[in-house]
């Protein structure tokens, strides 16, 4: 309890993880109705593992909560959920039409109007942080214009595939192009199969995990084209997810072997770079810099200590280690939109803690939470800039091309 978000929010034992355990466990008994009120006891979970983490006799509440949701999409299924995860989220070019609009925002120049006409101040203030989410919005979906193959600049040392996630595709379409700049310059040849789906990350947060190993399957088979030393992927979320294939799979005999294969070489980029022999960066970055956990990335895949030697790996950045940089920054997916209140809250700790450092920069490998993380540092009219420990990598390298 000392460690949960949401109790420390509301101090009350149903936002708790020993009151949502005493909950499914009496659902389960059947002493109380599994109920919508019950679900959403669930639902209002963050999962970010820290329950899990701390929890003395081994009680894994976050990992509980997901499994309540799976029970009960399977007792009573939701429609909405059925035509999101079957029918869009797994479509990347469905995916790709649907967030056309916003591309259009962006570049069109009307996000730009909007700000300098203060627009957006008319909206309710839900509606504009879920706009100050976005970052700035590629002209094309990344999915478009990689090459499906990147050779590695001088030596081809590693043969590397690619997940390249919705999000980073979508919105973050240059912080992974700089992933795939920096393992080129490091001796990796790249493949970034166009056809992989969804990770599988959203379905399982709603209660389908029959579509997360669906989805698993797919993205498997689709890798075992290629023979590749190692799997990299730069959403923290994506990656706790694909490294979890062997577990969803392992009572398909079919398929357990093959997605425990395929899980064994599912790297962070943090962790694979943190793997190899790095070039040393040229160029200088003089900024105050700090750091942001994400709960899939320090917790799910115990990668923590990697991405902050990257970012002191380049001269000139003063490294300040935030307070309480692994605690939850309120995304925890969509609850920004689901949960609004709740994740304001959480935001607002981390944003004080944030503030703390007097950071110039704040990098985090995660796209959820870098969305909210911009949330917060509009909230506040901060000057802060939000990055991938991969873009400051990448733009020290700069000077080499010269």
């Given at each position: 309890?000392?460690?949960?978000?949401?109790?420390?929010?509301?101090?009350?034992e149903?936002?708790?993880?020993?009151?949502?355990?005493?909950?499914?466990?009496?659902?389960?008994?059947?002493?109380?109705?599994?109920?919508?009120?019950?679900?959403?006891?669930?639902?209002?979970?963050?999962?970010?593992?820290?329950?899990?983490?701390?929890?003395?006799?081994?009680?894994?509440?976050?990992?509980?909560?997901?499994?309540?949701?799976?029970?009960?999409?399977?007792?009573?299924?939701?429609?909405?959920?059925?035509?999101?995860?079957?029918?869009?989220?797994?479509?990347?070019?469905?995916?790709?039409?649907?967030?056309?609009?916003?591309?259009l925002?962006?570049?069109?120049?009307?996000?730009?109007?909007?700000?300098?006409?203060?627009?957006?101040?008319?909206?309710?203030?839900?509606?504009?942080?879920?706009?100050?989410?976005?970052?700035?919005?590629?002209?094309?979906?990344?999915r478009?214009?990689?090459?499906?193959?990147?050779?590695?600049?001088?030596?081809?040392?590693?043969?590397?595939?690619?997940?390249?996630?919705?999000?980073?595709?979508?919105?973050?379409?240059?912080?992974?192009?700089?992933?795939?700049?920096?393992?080129?310059?490091?001796?990796?040849?790249v493949?970034?199969?166009?056809?992989?789906?969804?990770?599988?990350?959203?379905?399982?947060?709603?209660?389908?995990?029959?579509?997360?190993?669906?989805?698993?399957?797919?993205?498997?088979?689709?890798?075992?084209?290629?023979?590749?030393?190692?799997?990299?992927?730069?959403?923290?979320?994506?990656?706790?997810?694909?490294?979890?294939?062997?577990?969803?799979?392992?009572?398909?005999?079919?398929?357990?072997?093959?997605?425990?294969?395929?899980?064994?070489?599912?790297?962070?980029?943090?962790?694979?770079?943190?793997?190899?022999?790095?070039?040393?960066?040229?160029?200088?970055?003089?900024a105050?810099?700090?750091?942001?956990?994400?709960?899939?990335?320090?917790?799910?895949?115990?990668?923590?200590?990697?991405?902050?030697?990257?970012?002191?790996?380049?001269?000139?950045i003063?490294?300040?280690?935030?307070?309480?940089?692994?605690?939850?920054?309120?995304?925890?997916?969509?609850?920004?939109?689901?949960?609004?209140?709740?994740?304001?809250?959480?935001?607002?700790?981390?944003?004080?803690?944030?503030?703390?450092?007097?950071?110039?920069?704040?990098?985090?490998?995660?796209p959820?939470?870098?969305?909210?993380?911009?949330?917060?540092?509009?909230?506040?009219?901060?000057?802060?800039?939000?990055?991938?420990?991969?873009?400051?990598?990448?733009?020290a390298?700069?000077a080499?091309?010269?």
């Amino acid at each position: 309890m000392s460690v949960c978000p949401t109790y420390r929010e509301y101090l009350s034992e149903t936002t708790s993880p020993r009151g949502r355990v005493a909950l499914a466990r009496k659902g389960l008994e059947g002493q109380l109705e599994i109920s919508p009120n019950l679900i959403e006891q669930m639902y209002s979970c963050f999962a970010c593992m820290a329950c899990n983490e701390i929890c003395p006799v081994g009680i894994r509440p976050a990992e509980l909560t997901l499994a309540m949701r799976y029970m009960q999409e399977q007792r009573q299924p939701t429609g909405w959920k059925k035509t999101l995860f079957e029918s869009l989220i797994p479509r990347p070019k469905r995916m790709e039409t649907a967030t056309l609009p916003l591309r259009l925002y962006e570049n069109l120049g009307i996000r730009r109007l909007v700000y300098a006409l203060r627009l957006k101040n008319l909206l309710p203030r839900k509606m504009r942080d879920m706009e100050a989410m976005l970052p700035h919005l590629p002209q094309r979906p990344l999915r478009q214009v990689l090459p499906h193959v990147t050779k590695a600049r001088g030596e081809t040392k590693y043969q590397v595939g690619f997940f390249l996630g919705c999000a980073q595709s979508l919105l973050f379409a240059e912080e992974s192009a700089a992933t795939v700049r920096v393992l080129s310059r490091n001796g990796c040849s790249v493949t970034t199969p166009r056809d992989v789906e969804c990770c599988g990350m959203p379905a399982h947060g709603y209660g389908r995990l029959d579509l997360v190993r669906e989805q698993a399957k797919h993205n498997i088979s689709v890798f075992e084209k290629y023979e590749l030393n190692v799997i990299v992927t730069d959403c923290a979320t994506c990656g706790s997810t694909l490294k979890e294939y062997g577990t969803y799979l392992k009572d398909d005999s079919e398929w357990a072997g093959r997605a425990a294969a395929f899980s064994a070489k599912v790297r962070d980029v943090s962790e694979f770079l943190a793997e190899i022999p790095l070039e040393k960066p040229k160029r200088r970055i003089q900024a105050r810099v700090t750091y942001h956990d994400p709960c899939h990335l320090r917790r799910a895949q115990k990668v923590w200590k990697q991405p902050r030697d990257l970012l002191k790996l380049i001269d000139g950045i003063e490294f300040i280690e935030m307070p309480e940089a692994d605690w939850c920054c309120g995304s925890a997916g969509s609850q920004l939109i689901t949960h609004y209140e709740t994740s304001t809250h959480v935001l607002d700790r981390k944003m004080d803690n944030l503030v703390s450092t007097k950071a110039q920069i704040v990098a985090s490998g995660c796209p959820g939470c870098q969305m909210q993380l911009n949330t917060g540092i509009q909230r506040r009219g901060l000057d802060l800039r939000v990055v991938h420990p991969i873009t400051l990598l990448d733009e020290a390298y700069e000077a080499s091309d010269g």
